[in-house]
């Protein structure tokens, strides 16, 4: 079985620009994760879709934002970027039976903003 | 809300020695689940180990096993005879029901030749 697969894996914007970043799902799973990585404030939680619902959200300005497709693939966008932005974004899938609770994660998307 | 502690930011080991990495948790909620995950240079983030809190039996694949103390709000890692592609990030988590994930900071593991 395939696993997460994130695209594009590396990204260079500017400050004031938006960037998609999207995200496919081991086959079969249903709900996917977004987290935001960087040095500073390690992992932290952006927000989760189950079958095209927002489920959780993080602490994130609403330039943030997301959505899942009937296909269970994700995009997340970010407006008016900011050199903060700056990070590690990582998808992560899990399956709506057996090891439910078990997140699956994706190569990482790099978004560079200079 | 959960959180999680790894008070290791970097541990060494000998290659074909045994380390353990230590991590403490704290939840409200009784039915949680813990996991250790490995993050190499390559970024990608990948699982380890799984444990349900329910279980008392101490989750083991392969050479890596963890000490699950319920009471004491414990999980820690232990890599058996380690190996040079052991060297990563390892981060512990925990969740429980439709929560997010959360993480410590992670603890990085060098392991010398």
């Known amino acids: 079985k395939a696993g997460v697969t994130q695209t594009p894996r590396y990204l260079i914007k500017t400050r004031g620009q938006q960037v998609t970043l999207s995200c496919s799902p081991i086959?079969?799973?249903?709900?996917v994760s977004w987290y935001q990585q960087t040095p500073g404030q390690g992992l932290q939680f952006l927000f989760e879709?189950?079958?095209?619902?927002?489920?959780n959200k993080g602490n994130f300005p609403g330039r943030f934002s997301g959505r899942q497709f009937s296909n269970s693939r994700s995009e997340m966008n970010v407006s008016t970027l900011e050199l903060g932005d700056s990070a590690l974004y990582l998808c992560?899938?899990?399956?709506?039976?057996?090891?439910?609770?078990?997140?699956?994660f994706g190569p990482g998307t790099r978004l560079t903003v200079l | 809300a959960q959180t999680v502690t790894q008070s290791q930011p970097e541990m060494s080991v000998q290659e074909a020695e045994t380390v353990t990495l230590s991590c403490t948790y704290d939840t409200s909620e009784s039915d949680y689940y813990l996991f250790w995950y490995k993050q190499p240079p390559s970024r990608q983030m990948i699982l380890v180990i799984r444990q349900e809190a329910y279980k008392q039996q101490n989750a083991t694949e392969n050479r890596f096993s963890v000490n699950f103390q319920k009471a004491a709000k414990s999980f820690s890692l232990k890599i058996s005879d380690s190996q040079l592609g052991d060297a990563a990030m390892y981060f512990c988590?925990?969740?429980?029901?439709?929560?997010?994930?959360?993480f410590g900071k992670g603890t990085r593991l060098s392991v010398i030749a």
């Open positions: 879709y189950f079958s095209e619902t927002q489920r």
């Open positions: 086959s079969g799973h249903r709900s």
């Open positions: 988590a925990c969740r429980s029901g439709n929560t997010p994930l959360v």
């Open positions: 992560a899938s899990s399956t709506p039976v057996g090891d439910r609770d078990t997140q699956y």
